[in-house]
Structure formats: structure tokens, C-alpha cells
């Protein structure tokens, strides 16, 4: 199933890893494991390959809502995601090639819907609740979606798209994923190839117009595969707090390496900074994601008074480079965090 991409050495400079034959850049790192380029494998398979490799039971704490303390194991999570899947395909009719808008807050519901679709190769476009019936034009000028996941705060938006829609917090989405349909025949199922769109996200439009940013099943099993090299012998499995959205490729892929690390994931459907701060005291939360401004915010005076946080072991800074003096800020009144930064620090 495995195969190493070869690349000649002698191309590449030692010190930078730049390929002068490409004028490409390479990691100096160990390359990867990946499956033949030729394997149907989805992402969705080749994550729950890598789980073989966990430490930790299928029964550990996947995800828990920090807001009523709600939770599935990894169990569950799969179980649903399975259950679902059979359902989309037999109920709702989706099949490798359509496309499924995500329009919704961090749920629980949202890591087991977009399991689901990637197991049958149904593109992943989730987006920002918060988006306009004009950015909602636009997504769908850039992709013609074939039905739509939303909750009802914001479903209204999408009615004169005239989609197939399901809402996240029904009861009907709930049964899909308990309820597994009277006939399944997967054999029946289009084979998910590597090479398959697997998600489609959007800019930000800072440049211009939003854009749609493609990643295939390829895309997302590297990503899978990296995660799995960062695995760490522990007594307890990491507890990641996540305070950015699923529906920005920070979130979304940080969640794929939560599901290979056998990582516990603690949602926060709205952001405060007094949220965040009893969610990591109430289910000792050992790393945080985040962004430069909540770095610069949690370096105040007084702002963490009065709360436990001897639990945290790290945070991960992305969205934007974090500045030296932030991080160093950071660093003095959290000297025992380790900060990971997933841009380019500024200078």
C-alpha cells in the first residue's frame, strides 16, 4: 500500500532543501510514507489505517463540547460516521463527485459529517456561518454544490439556492447517524481515488474575490501522514483545545491530525476569552490553537488570574506570522508553554 516518493539528492542543496532542477523547495526531513498514487485509498481510509498505530483505545474521549460538556469516544465518532455515510448514500443519494456545502459553527456533528463525505468521495466545502446571501452566491458561482449541511440560526440564507438541505441540530441528521438504512451494498460504492477532489475551501479574499482552494484525497492523506510522524509515547491522550473554525484549512486539517493522534478535541462553538480559559481548567486542555491576537491577549495583566492552567503544555499559533515581541511576551509569562508556529515568525 506504502511507497516513497525517490527524489536525487544530488539536486538538492543540503542546507535549504532547494532543488535546483524544479526551483522547488524540499523538506530536510525523512520523506513521507504515502500510499501508490495508483491506491484507491480516501483520506477518510487511510486516517483510519493510521489509528492502527494509536496508543490509545478506540474507547478514549474523542470530542467534547465545552459548552454543555457533551462528548463521543472514538467509538462513537466512527460509528457514526460510518452510519451516516450509508445513509447519505442510500437516503439522500450522494455519491463520489457531488459536492456538499457545510455551512455551520464547531459542532460535534461536523467532524462526523465531513468523515462521512470523505469516505465516499462527496467534495467537502465547509464556510463560514457568518457568510452573506452574496458570499453565498458567489461559493456557489465557484462550485454548484449538490446539497447543503446548515444549522437553522442561518438556513434562511439558503433557500433560494434551491439545494437539498439538511440541518445539523434536527432530528432527521441525528437519525442518519444512529439509524443505518434496511440495504447497504457497499461494493455498489464509486471507488475514491487519491487523485479525487476531496475538499474545496475558500480564501479570504484579502486580494481580491474569494476563491476556492482545491485539495484532493493526496492533499489530505500527506497531511494525515505528517501528523502520524509527530506521534508521542504518553500516559493520556493530548487534549486540544480548538478556538478556530472548521471551515478555515487551519482548523479543518488540525482536526484530520487529531483523528490520527487519537488527540481528544474540545470544541468552542462561539470564541470568548473567558470561555477559553475555563475550558482549559474544566478538561485540562494540554494544547491550544490559535491566533497572534489571542497570544497577545493572554499576555495582559490579570487576564488568567483565578484560573488553572498547569495543564497547558502548548499552543499552536497560525492564521497569521506571530512577532518576535508577542512570542517573547508570551514566553515570559508561560515559560514552561511551548509555541509552535504554523507561519513564518515576523521579525
Known amino acids: 500500500m506504502e511507497q516513497r516518493t525517490s527524489i536525487c539528492k544530488s ?35 487511510y486516517i483510519l489505517f493510521l489509528r492502527r498505530n ?9 470530542i ?24 447519505l448514500a442510500a437516503v439522500l443519494k450522494l455519491s463520489k463527485g457531488d459536492t456538499a456545502l457545510v455551512l455551520s459553527p ?13 469516505s465516499l468521495g462527496v467534495v467537502v466545502s465547509p464556510v463560514n456561518p457568518l457568510s452573506t446571501r452574496s458570499d453565498l452566491t458567489r461559493f456557489f458561482n465557484i462550485n454548484a454544490f449538490t446539497v447543503i449541511f446548515a444549522v ?39 471507488r475514491v481515488t487519491q487523485s479525487d477532489v476531496a475538499a474545496i475551501l475558500y480564501s479570504s479574499g484579502t486580494t481580491g474575490n474569494v476563491k476556492g482552494v482545491v485539495l484532493t484525497h493526496r492533499n489530505l492523506t500527506a497531511i494525515a501522514a505528517g501528523y502520524d510522524t509527530v506521534r508521542e509515547n504518553r500516559n493520556d491522550a493530548a487534549v ?37 480559559l475555563d475550558a482549559v481548567q474544566r478538561f485540562r486542555v494540554t494544547l ?17 488570574d483565578g484560573y ?7 499552543i499552536v499559533c497560525g492564521g497569521s506570522p506571530l512577532r518576535k515581541e508577542n512570542d517573547e511576551a508570551f514566553k515570559a509569562k508561560f515559560p514552561n508553554v511551548l509555541v509552535m508556529q504554523v507561519c513564518i515568525p515576523k521579525p
Open 288 to 304: 491550544v490553537m490559535v491566533v497572534p491576537a489571542l497570544v497577545v491577549a493572554l499576555t495582559k495583566d490579570c487576564v488568567t
Open 106 to 118: 464547531n459542532l460535534i456533528e461536523v467532524p462526523i459529517l465531513c468523515f462521512a463525505l470523505l
Open 64 to 87: 467534547i463540547d465545552s459548552i454543555t460538556g457533551r462528548r463521543l469516544s472514538y467509538a462513537e465518532l466512527l460509528h457514526r460516521a460510518r452510519t451516516l455515510a450509508a445513509n
Open 152 to 190: 437553522s440560526s442561518v438556513v434562511e440564507k439558503t433557500r433560494e439556492f434551491h439545494v437539498k438541505t439538511v440541518l445539523l441540530d434536527s432530528a432527521e441528521f441525528d437519525s442518519l447517524t444512529k439509524t443505518k438504512p434496511p440495504t447497504t451494498n457497499p461494493s455498489q460504492l464509486a
Open 308 to 314: 488553572d492552567l498547569r495543564s497547558l503544555e502548548g
Open 54 to 62: 494509536s496508543q490509545f483505545p478506540d474507547s478514549s474521549t474523542a
Open 11 to 45: 539536486l538538492i542543496d543540503p542546507r535549504s532543501g532547494f532543488n535546483r532542477a524544479s526551483r522547488t523547495f524540499h523538506s530536510l526531513k525523512p520523506q513521507l510514507t504515502l500510499p501508490r498514487p495508483s491506491a484507491a485509498v480516501s483520506a477518510a481510509d
Open 240 to 276: 486540544v483545545l480548538y478556538t478556530v473554525p472548521f471551515f478555515h484549512v487551519y482548523g479543518f486539517t488540525f482536526c484530520l491530525g487529531a483523528m490520527v493522534l487519537s488527540e481528544t478535541i474540545v470544541l468552542m462553538e462561539r470564541f470568548s476569552l473567558t470561555a477559553m
